[in-house]
Each structure stands twice: as C-alpha cells, then as structure tokens.
C-alpha cells in the first residue's frame, strides 16, 4: 500500500522502499509471545513483499529509556544501561535470529544516532511555538509510561482496597504533579479526523479506528512531552532539567532509523512507513500523537497503522507483570522454530484478541502440518523413489482433474497474496494455501497412484507419471507460497524436489509467478528428506 499523505522521493535509482516497522519493545525484561507475535508478523509481511521483489526495509528495536527501565536497573543494582545493553545482547537480538526475523535494522533509543536528531526534531516544534511550558497534575502508570484520563481507571477492590488501577497493568496509578514542556496536540483534533475522513484504511482494523475517531471526537489534551523527576531519557535541548517524554522519544525511532536529519537520500527513499504493526494498547500513540507530530513538523503520513490483539492466557493478556509471559523458546524447543511462525498467524485472525493453549497448538500441528502437509511431502517423495528411482517423469497423460490442481495453484496465489501482501490477513492466507494443499492430498486419494502402477501398459505408466509429476509440481508451488511463514521448512521441501538444480535458489522464486504451472523440470532428482514435521513427544514439564 503506498503512503499516505505524500509520495515518497524515492533513491537516485528511482527504487522506493516498503517500510515496515514493529513497536520498539521496552526492555525491562526478556521478550515473551506477544512481542514475538508481532515480530513474526512484520516479518511473513517483508519477508513476503522481498518473493514479490520489492526493496524491502524492516524495522524492530527496543525502547531504552523512562522511568519504568530505570526502575527495573536499580531493583537490579546496574545502571539503566548496562541494564539495557544486557537485555538486548543476551535476549532481545538473540531470540530474533532464533525466530529467523529477517530485519534490516534494530534501533535502539539509547544510540547517538537517535538522540541527536531526537533533539532536533524537539527543538524544532519549540522553535516553531508548538511546545510551551506548563504544570500537569494527573495519575501516571508506570508501566504504561502514561498520563492516564481518571475514565481510564477501574478500581482497585479487592486487592487495592480505595485506589484506582491502570486497566492494562492492574496495578495502582501514582499521581504526579511537575513542572513540564507541553506540545499543543489539542489543536491537531480537527486536522487528524479530517485525515482520517479521507483516509480511511489508515488505522486498521476498523474497530480500532472507531475507537480513535471516537477517542479524537471527544477533544485531545495537551500532551506532557518532558519530565522533570528523574534524568533516565534524552535531554531537552533548551533545558536540561527536563528529559524528553518516552513516548515521543520512542515514535521517532520511525524516523531516526532511516536517515531523518543525516541522511536524506534513505529518508526520501524509506520514509514514512507503509505499516506500522503495534499492540492494540499502543494505538493511541501510533493513530493520534505520532500523526499529529508530523503533522506539526511538516512530514508526509505513514500508510497505515495496523494494531494487533492480545494473545491471552487464563483471559488475562499475556504479560510479564501479570506474570503470564511465556517465553517463545518454550514452544520452539518442542514444536520448533517454523511451527511456532506458522501456529499465531493461522490460529488468531491479525487484529484480534486470541487465547494460546498448548493443546489447540498440538493439535494443529498434528492435524494441519504433519498429516496434511508434511505427509503429503513424504508421499510424493516415496512414490517417485519407488517408481522411477528419485527421478521426476515428464507429465504426458494430463486431463481435467490434472486441470483442476493447476487452477487450484494458480487460486491459492492469488488469494494469498491479496490476503497477506495487501490487507495483513495472514490467516486467512494460510488458509488459502492449506486449502490448495487439501486439494492435492485429494487428489492422490482420488487418482490412487500406487493402483495405477500396477498396470505396466504404456497408458498406464503415462498416467502414473503425470499424477507424481503434478503432486510434485504442486508442492513446488507451496514451497514458494510457505517460504516467508516457514523458510527453513520450504528449503528442506525445495531441496528434496530437487528444485535448485532447475529453477535456483528458493529466496529468487518470485511469489507471483509460482501459480505458473510447469516449472519443476522433468528429470529432477528428488530425495526423501528428513521429515518435516516429526511427530510429538510428550508435553514437557
């Protein structure tokens, strides 16, 4: 989807870029599945438009600073960063090259390369009279690192007796009262619902853009954007006494991280954002205060911000301070790595809440990957062993249900890609693909292979041939269509097909014409590899 608001520059190449980012997570603890959850996202959505041959750029990073990190390092006894810079080395970069999250860049807000052009841009909205200096009074969370609205609050009974509760973190508001800068965000109301009049498929799904629109309609406050209590965070260049609120330090990793103010080339070429992918309860920040700072700043719009739901566990969102933080290596040290991309993007539809249990996991991969897929993988290689010697005949007997796999390939790309490449429906993409592989394992059961090689006539071996050629050519097809949710899995699968030797790497099968069919070349030599989901043991402890 091309930017909204304004048409990027492009490179000296002409060469735009699609521009994904994630949240930058807060590192006040390891990663869990709802931070993995939308990684893997971000990266089946580049992963899929680099098979389309786009230029690519995918960002993820973490968020270094506020009062939450420097909380966390002292309860540690470090300093907030060698707090940082433990996490980050020791579990954030790590577990992404464990997920195989193929980013361009990871930012982190404590880098010069961030700070100083955080400045710049802070003291360009005070140059510009978009930034006064006030007093706030209000309750604060924390964890949110947010002035909450008391409609925000619940209550606190039973376990916090008279106090109010953030409704994320259940934990008791503090209520703050400093001197601040505030940035005049109450005058961008008009301008933001205007936008999001003409732009409609700017917040996504549409019960989070109601929720702005509605949110917006009510009136915005002036936003607090300095603190004055603690010196964890980026100084505000006019006076030091202040720190840069965390929040807008954050949302300008989006443009700090491709050039913005020392790089121009990249920033025309990257900037803004096709898709912002964030948790649902950083919405607001995403649809409302960062729109409004580029507005301030003279900045073409992001193309949309697409906001994920919570995956739950006991009907509490998943969390480390609800103590419900499941680590993602507890399940890929069972299920493995491909899996685990596969199951929270087929199992929850993108934009709403979903509820993870082991057993639904189980299951699925039992019924969807081992039998239906993985099975069909290992059919297909077995019979052409058998029967030809590992050697992949010529297709020479083709009829209507030969016709009907091939439209059903050519069907599942183009559903795919539309579902995936344009409206973020990974499920429903998953879907389309699994549905071409049901069709397929249908289609043997149908054609019965291991009868038709009884019969020695020259028909009989012309029919026999064309049904493995077209099982073959078939996962060939898939292999492509499954390469950017399960790629270490489609490279086990295009090497057993023998595919390389033909058509080349995998990585430079383009996505759109994988539905065309006849690419596997007759003669190719395919192997029974390892399998490629073997069966489960028994749950862990």
Known sequence: ???????????????????????????????????????????????????????????????????????????????????????????????????NIANDDFIRTTEKRHTDRVQEFVQDLFDKDEIYKGGYEGPYCV???????????????????????????????????????????????????EFYEANPGFIQPESARNEVVNFVRQGLQDLSISRSTFDWGVPVPWDEKHVIYVWVDALLNYATAVGYGANQEKFDATFPADVHLVGKDILRFHAVIWPAMLMAQGLPMPGRVAANGWLMVGGEKMSKSNLTGIKPQDLTSHFGVDAYRWY??????????????????????????????????????AMVGKYYGGTLPAAEAAGAAEQAVQEGLAKAVTESDRLIGEELDFQGGILAIFDFVKQVNGYITEQEPWKVAKDESPEGRARLATILYTAAESLRGV??????????????????LGAEAGLGALAGQKLQESGVWGQLPAGATVTKGAVLFPRLEEKPA
């Not at 292999?479 to 057993?496: F, H, I, K, Y």
């Open 143 to 193: 964890g949110c690192e947010e002035y909450k609205l008391p409609g925000d609050l619940i209550e606190g009974e039973p376990d916090f007796p008279g106090q109010k509760l953030c409704p994320i973190h259940k934990k008791p508001v503090e209520i703050l009262k400093e001197e601040n800068y505030f940035f005049k965000l109450s005058e961008y109301g008009p301008k933001l619902l």
């Open 344 to 381: 929270f993007l087929r199992a929850i539809s993108f934009g709403s809440d979903g509820s993870f249990s082991w057993e639904d996991f189980s299951a699925r991969y039992t019924s969807e990957l081992a039998n239906d897929y993985g099975n069909l993988a290992s059919r297909v290689a």
């Open 479 to 496: 292999a492509v269509l499954l390469n950017s949710v399960m790629p270490e899995t489609s490279q086990s699968l295009w090497d057993s």
């Open 1 to 99: 989807m091309a930017a909204t608001g304004s048409e990027k520059q492009g490179t000296s190449e002409g060469v735009q870029a699609f521009y994904v980012s994630t949240p930058i997570y807060y590192v006040n603890d390891a990663p869990h599945l709802g931070h993995a959850y939308t990684t893997v996202a971000g990266d089946v959505l580049t992963r899929w438009h680099r098979q389309r041959g786009e230029k690519v750029w995918y960002l993820t990073g973490t968020d270094e600073h506020g009062q939450k990190i420097m909380r966390t390092a002292e309860a540690n006894n470090v300093t907030p960063q060698e707090w940082c810079d433990k996490l980050v080395e020791e579990s954030w970069k790590p577990l992404w090259e464990h997920l």
